[in-house]
């Protein structure tokens, strides 16, 4: 295939937060782990390139592509119209659910939402949506995932709003916190690219289509996502 043009010769740069498991994480050796990393080192390597993750906060990770600083934004990125009028998406490879995250013994529900402190992620979908239906004042967006939870363990905020994986991995490590049963959104997952780099979505939609057919991407999901 002729050469792709990326941010760096023989690279693809991946821009992420690796604060989202278990789509992405950090290792104890300084490495990055995750679904969307192992998917990406697979998309890499059929395109003969070499993936570098370069990690920073969520909304920043999804300016990176939009600037061509980045070759894509990876990072459990939820395509909707808002996002595809400043980037070009990929093939969906995932789905999340935006759940309720609360204190054990909390008596906050989907219908009381609207009374509450919620905290969520800088720039994620479910910031937009509390904002949205509950009004700024209702929402407190923090850096990352996990500072939101923090937040709601000190009693800062009355439950986070954000997506069922990583907040899976959030509860089980912070006992105490339970995710409640009503779903509040359904989302797709894909792979940010800078508008009109139509040359590697099309490479990289190519590379998704034959992981998806030899069961590579399905895989990668059943290492990660305990059912
Ligand atoms: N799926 C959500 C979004 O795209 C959250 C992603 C994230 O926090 N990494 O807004």
Do not use: W
Not at 29 to 39: A, P, T
Not at 63 to 70: E, F, L, T
Not at 75 to 84: F, I, M, Q, S
């Amino acid at each position: 295939p002729a050469e792709l043009k990326t941010v760096e010769a023989g690279k693809l740069h991946m821009s992420t937060n690796a604060a989202f498991p278990p789509y992405e994480m950090t290792t104890d050796n300084g490495g990055f782990e995750g679904i969307d990393v192992e998917v990406a080192e697979a998309i890499a390597k059929k395109l003969g390139l070499e993936l570098v993750v370069d990690d920073m906060d969520f909304d920043a990770a999804q300016v990176a592509v939009q600037q061509g600083k980045s070759d894509i934004c990876m990072a459990g990125l939820t395509v909707n119209e808002e996002r595809k009028a400043v980037m070009d998406f990929s093939d969906t490879y995932a789905t999340g659910i935006q759940v309720i995250i609360v204190k054990e013994g909390s008596d906050v529900t989907l219908d009381t939402l609207g009374d509450q402190l919620i905290g969520t992620q800088r720039g994620t979908t479910g910031e937009t949506y509390c904002t949205d239906d509950y009004g700024a004042d209702h929402v407190v967006p923090y850096d990352n995932g996990i500072t939101a939870v923090q937040a709601l363990m000190n009693d800062q905020v009355d439950c986070v709003v954000i997506d069922s994986a990583p907040a899976s991995e959030f509860v089980a490590a912070n006992p105490g916190l339970v995710i409640l049963d009503t779903e509040y959104t359904n989302e797709d997952y894909a792979i940010g690219f800078a508008k009109g780099n139509t040359a590697l979505l099309e490479a990289v939609n190519g590379a998704l289509a034959e992981l998806t057919a030899d069961g590579t991407v399905q895989s990668i999901l059943d290492k990660y996502i305990v059912a």
